[in-house]
């Protein structure tokens, strides 16, 4: 008994040594600053490290780089170093005894440390995990999460464990209440989810983004790269995520703020305070971005909306750091030269010797992309175009993917003195049967382009011109008449457009659309609307089920995508059967959600209604208010040129119209300077049409005193010909009115052309306005019905005392007016209004 005892307090002692040696190993590990320091105490204590030291012991490795800058990480010395590998070896050995959130901290410990994936000890960490999960052992959302993010981060998107992830989050997904643990989860699984569980998910992310707190920007990042994977652009998450990118200003840098921008892009998404925000900040460290990789992202968040100077700053220390950029970091520049519109020569040549050493680093679809800028930046390395035509043809050849090579024919159609070869007209026709419609269009339209330059020199290559373009027709037709499902045709449709689909598909895909009708819902009405925007077709039974579903559902539809609904209708001149209910539905949304608008979009709305005939106070009031354009001039400061340029003309067209239509709002007409500088830049000759009408009229009026031709109005209205006839009917002369003649060659800018300096016209005279319409003023369908803005001229017109007479192009250049004389009676009965 007394040997059993003391045996008893020998191994006592001996576990309680171990176990004080156990925690101060442990504690040594925990207290490391350097790796050299953690490699030294596994070096000394091998035999006695257990499954939770070596995973501490990763986890501090990976900690320690962690802190660090990220040029400053040293993670090749911490790979190569001999007693990495030991701890490797030894984890891989005792993981079977390893605490789940240990596996997990483990494998995310050396995936950011760059270990490759196919390293036995990855393999080893993610096969034990798995077996936990289908034991139903690792159930932890913590540890879960970190799990899916580490095979996210291995791209194993589409594997059985992430499905059984996805499940395990399925039916557990209410348990979840942490905005960390599901934005992780939501970019893991994304892949591999169903339609109605992606829905469930947003559902989920928007009740806790609502919840109280403080939401780090990276979560609301990652909802939006959640978003980019399933490519949706959801409206209320998008603006919840920006909300909280703006309120965590102060923690952003370049690398946040390049990311968000790109994953706005990829969207469709923009925010004005958010650009102006990231501007002021990355315009104040400016000088803090001197290697490659921070300052090609400088480049792509900065350069679009930088002021002169700090452009110039931005391309010239780019030339300078040319040859430092990646292949990658090439493209990133040239993609946002493209969309600076900046084609510095200098820099350009820069790029393009850089290039000449890098074409074998890009694949397929950045070759693509990379001959596409160099084309539009005009670039004129002439070799280097031969390089990127050598290594396309190449893709083109050995390209078994109808979408690859779609693209390929594309940019090839692009470059300069292309000679076609007839192995691309065959290579076309094989993969046509397989192509999308977005597919079919780019290939119809490069073979249109090669055949209107005569670039097709082969013996029959009409003849092969001829049946590809046949069977390009065909599969159209037939992918049309197969459609079945409305989202799925929307999706193909987005970046249709071109002669070729306007003039072959057009009316086949109304039809369509027509036969899908009852798809239509309150989540497609505004790819619907796009698409009809785009087409310029004036549809009555899609445009009344639009606005029959716009106002059952319009809880349901975002404000900014109401603006684009309204647009269909303002744009394409069309009134539903419900006109009054649909717009006063929209309008009263609108009214109640403007503070969720941007500042420009309030501009561009108040357009589309005035086009329509509407003017909100609370948004007409809301608009013309000094501290709103304060507002509105410095975000303009940082959008891009067209959407600038779109504000600005909308604006004007507004205040005119609200002066004019609105004169209780006693809102001032300050527009004048604005539009005397567009004139002024915009001043063109007169279009032999129009000087042909002019000779006309002037034979019928007896000379060429009698009417004005380019004339600018109050309000700065453009119209082709003027006129003034008496209560008798007879003209009169300009000249008798001491009004100066417009020159026939161009338009004069009168100094005249307010209210109070025009000569009124006797009592009982007209002043007529004439004006030729062209196909732009109207809808291309069979209808040519007169779109808004001609009809909202034709109005302002009116209101100004003139007689409006249109002519419209497809009247006068019909076989009715063939003949001068028929042209001559047609001019007379329009100006004299006689039957």
């Not at 000394?44 to 962690?66: F, T, Y």
């Not at 050995?93 to 050396?110: F, G």
């Not at 995936?111 to 077996?131: F, I, M, P, Q």
């Not at 693509?368 to 002439?382: A, I, N, P």
Request: aromatic share 8%; net charge neutral.
């Amino acid at each position: 008994m007394l040997c059993l005892r003391q045996i008893c307090l020998f191994t006592l002692r001996r576990y309680q040594a171990r176990t004080l040696c156990s925690d101060l190993l442990l504690s040594q590990i925990n207290g490391c600053t350097h790796e050299d320091e953690v490699f030294s105490l596994v070096g000394r204590n091998k035999a006695r490290l257990s499954e939770k030291h070596v995973g501490i012991a990763l986890n501090m490795l990976w900690q320690l780089q962690k802190k660090r800058p990220f040029l400053l990480r040293t993670s090749d010395y911490v790979r190569n170093h001999s007693q990495f590998l030991t701890l490797c070896i030894l984890a891989e050995n005792k993981v079977e005894h390893m605490e789940d959130e240990v596996i997990v901290d483990t494998l995310y410990s050396i995936l950011r440390l760059n270990v490759e994936d196919h390293v036995s000890l990855a393999k080893v960490l993610v096969t034990e995990a798995w077996k936990r999960l289908e034991r139903q052992v690792l159930l932890s959302f913590p540890a879960l999460s970190k799990f899916a993010l580490c095979l996210y981060k291995q791209h194993r998107h589409f594997c059985p464990i992430i499905g059984q992830v996805a499940h395990i989050v399925d039916t557990k997904l209410d348990s979840i209440q942490d905005i960390r643990i599901l934005s992780v989860l939501m970019i893991s699984i994304s892949d591999v989810i169903t339609e109605s569980f992606r829905d469930r998910l947003l559902h989920k992310a928007e009740q806790l983004l609502e919840e109280k707190g403080e939401v780090h920007f990276n979560y609301a990042r990652r909802i939006l790269q959640f978003l980019q994977n399933v490519k949706l652009r959801y409206h209320p998450l998008l603006e919840k995520c920006n909300r909280i990118f703006l309120a965590s200003a102060s923690q952003l840098d370049i690398h946040s703020i390049s990311h968000i921008f790109g994953l706005y892009e990829q969207l469709g998404f923009d925010n004005a305070e958010f650009r102006l925000i990231a501007k002021q900040l990355l315009s104040e460290t400016i000088d803090d971005y001197y290697d490659p990789e921070t300052f090609a992202k400088l480049f792509f968040a900065l350069g679009p909306m930088a002021g002169s100077k700090v452009r110039e700053r931005l391309l010239v220390t780019a030339a300078h750091m040319a040859e430092e950029f990646s292949s990658q970091q090439v493209l990133m520049i040239l993609k946002t030269m493209q969309k600076m519109k900046c084609r510095n020569s200098h820099l350009l040549k820069k790029m393009a010797s850089v290039l000449h050493e890098r074409l074998d680093s890009y694949h397929v679809l950045q070759l693509v992309k990379l001959t596409q800028y160099l084309v539009v930046l005009h670039c004129q390395d002439l070799e280097l175009f031969a390089k990127l035509k050598m290594l396309l043809l190449g893709y083109l050849k050995s390209s078994v993917i109808p979408a690859d090579t779609a693209a390929i024919i594309r940019v090839l159609a692009m470059l300069p003195s292309f000679q076609v070869e007839e192995m691309i007209i065959n290579k076309a026709a094989a993969v046509v049967p397989q192509c999308s419609l977005h597919h079919l269009n780019c290939i119809a339209t490069a073979l249109v382009k090669w055949n209107h330059h005569g670039q097709l020199h082969w013996q029959n290559s009409s003849e092969l011109c001829a049946k590809l373009l046949q069977k390009l027709n065909d599969c159209g037709f037939q992918r049309l008449q197969k459609a079945n499902n409305l989202n799925l045709l929307l999706e193909e449709l987005t970046y249709v457009n071109g002669e070729w689909f306007e003039e072959v598909l057009n009316e086949e895909t109304m039809a369509m659309c027509q036969h899908l009708i009852d798809q239509i819902t309150w989540a497609n009405v505004l790819p619907l609307s796009f698409f009809l925007i785009k087409s310029d077709h004036r549809c009555p039974a899609l445009f009344d089920r639009i606005a029959s579903v716009t106002v059952a559902n319009m809880d349901k539809i975002p404000p900014s995508e109401i603006y684009f609904i309204l647009f269909l209708f303002s744009a394409l001149n069309y009134d539903p059967p419900d006109n009054e209910e649909f717009f006063k539905s929209c309008i009263q949304h609108l009214t109640c959600n403007l503070s969720r608008l941007e500042t420009y979009h309030l501009v561009l709305l108040g357009h589309v209604l005035a086009m329509a005939g509407y003017f909100p106070p609370v948004l007409i009031t809301t608009i013309f208010n000094v501290s709103f354009l304060s507002k509105l001039d410095a975000q303009l400061k940082v959008l891009p040129d067209t959407v600038k340029q779109r504000v600005h003309s909308s604006l004007m067209k507004l205040n005119r119209a609200v002066c004019l239509e609105c004169p209780e709002f006693h809102i001032p007409w300050f527009h004048e300077p604005y539009c005397q500088r567009v004139f002024h830049n915009s001043m063109s000759q007169i279009n032999p049409q129009r000087q042909h009408i002019h000779r006309m009229l002037t034979e019928i009026l007896g000379g060429s005193h009698y009417s004005r031709i380019s004339v600018l109005t109050p309000y700065y209205y453009e119209i082709d010909f003027e006129c003034v006839l008496d209560v008798n009917k007879k003209p009169l002369s300009y000249m008798g009115q001491n009004i100066p003649l417009d020159g026939v060659g161009g338009i004069h800018l009168r100094h005249d052309i307010k209210d109070e300096g025009r000569k009124a016209p006797p009592p009982g005279a007209q002043r007529i306005a004439l004006e030729f319409l062209d196909s732009k003023a109207f809808s291309k369908d069979y209808s040519r019905h007169l779109k808004g803005e001609a009809a909202v001229k034709k109005r302002h017109l009116e209101m100004l005392g003139y007689r409006v007479v249109q002519i419209p192009h497809f009247e006068w250049n019909s076989m009715v007016l063939s003949t001068k004389g028929e042209q001559l009676e047609y001019l007379r009965q329009q100006l004299y209004g006689i039957q």
